[in-house]
């Protein structure tokens, strides 16, 4: 199914569990398996048609060739022929229809599921919230993407991996809801045969319900700007003691995360948790080296932002609640206490900016 993926150096080729290379994957759910069949079902009748109309072509082409004599026939018109043109296909149609129409109808039911997980697509990367679980996180790009980019100017092949992936349980019905924070993005796993537009202001829905535990990969499927080509998705399909562990480890993880807003941070550890934040949300448009892009993506290094009081609130409240009219979105319900902390204290020390000083999650 990601056949096509290595020609754009996106994707290990040996890495993907594809069923020739050539066709789209079988893929590892009921519903994958049936559009499987159905596009195999469809190919074949698209065959069997190709050869019986190529077939009659080229027979009357070289039976009644000029060479041999042949003259061509004059007749107004043949209403047993047109009949059977008309009802041959919409016979062959309906053949087709009834079938897929079934799968449709089995794709769109997302009734009764036993997870319900809404899916965001950020620029550039996904957020899995899962419903009345207390349990929400972002899955990243686990290698920053000039480092990528490293890899191919050494003509490298690579992996595009997620740092968090998707997981689930094995045999439940996992519902999806799919929606977007800025632009129109695609979520897309080939073995689960879901692909569904995450649409700002919309909620979409889809599900699965994966049979054998693995990591399924996909991909983000809708042009959504620069990063659009490094929006990779992972699901992992787990047994149901495995989920339920991670799930708390989840929720320890989120726990451990509150309690960092309260306590002392020493400046290293600032700095390395800043490194990590800058590179993963600050650095596709001001850069790693904070020199930025202006006009539109203004330096962060060297600027004074963190000297002077009021010009580090300013900065301070543009990352909580973007900026309006700009490609600067807000950060408030993406970085937490500790994150923004790091992230300023980062900005404040990296690149030469001052004197080595820290900023407190208290602050
Ligand atoms: Cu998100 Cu393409």
Redesign the pocket.
């Known amino acids: 199914g990601f056949a096509l993926l290595p020609v754009f150096g996106n994707v290990h080729a040996s890495s993907i569990n594809t069923s020739s290379g050539w066709n789209m994957p079988v893929g590892v759910t009921d519903i994958s398996q049936e559009v499987f069949h159905l596009h195999m079902t469809i190919l074949w009748i698209c065959i069997a048609i190709a050869v019986v109309v190529f077939g009659v072509m080229f027979w009357s082409l070289f039976k009644y060739r000029r060479s041999k004599g042949a003259k061509s026939a004059h007749f107004h018109e043949n209403t047993f022929v047109e009949i059977m043109w008309t009802a041959i296909p919409m016979v062959i149609l309906v053949v087709m229809a009834i079938p897929a129409t079934a799968t449709l109808k089995k794709m769109y039911d997302t009734s009764n599921a036993d997870i319900d997980i809404l899916v965001t697509?950020y620029?550039?990367r996904w957020r899995y919230e899962y419903l009345g679980e207390d349990v929400s996180f972002f899955s990243n790009l686990s290698t920053p993407r000039e480092q990528i980019y490293g890899q191919e100017a050494r003509g490298d092949f690579y992996l595009v991996e997620v740092d968090e992936p998707m997981v689930v349980p094995v045999g439940r019905k996992i519902r999806l809801l799919l929606t977007a924070n800025d632009v129109i993005?695609?979520w897309w796993v080939p073995d689960l045969a879901v692909k569904k537009d995450a649409i700002p202001g919309f909620i979409n829905e889809s599900w699965t319900r994966i049979d054998q535990p693995g990591v399924y990969r996909g991909q983000?499927?809708?042009?959504?700007g620069r990063d659009?080509a490094f929006?990779p998705i992972e699901v992992k399909a787990v047994s149901e003691e495995e989920y339920t562990a991670w799930l708390a480890s989840k929720r320890d993880a989120a726990m451990a995360e509150a309690q960092g807003a309260d306590r002392e941070w020493a400046l290293d550890e600032l700095m390395a948790r800043g490194e990590g934040t800058y590179n993963t949300y600050c650095a596709a448009c001001h850069q790693p080296d904070g020199k930025g892009l202006p006009p539109i993506f203004p330096a962060l290094a060297g600027t004074g932002i963190s000297i002077d009081p009021n010009a580090r609130q300013a900065h301070i409240d543009i990352v909580l609640y973007g900026k309006t009219g700009t490609p600067m979105p807000a950060f408030g319900t993406t970085l937490s206490a500790a994150e923004l902390a790091a992230v300023i204290t980062y900005e404040r020390n990296a690149w030469g900016n001052d004197t080595a000083d820290s900023v407190q999650p208290a602050e």
């Open positions: 697509g620029q550039w993005h695609s983000c499927a809708e042009l959504c659009h929006m």
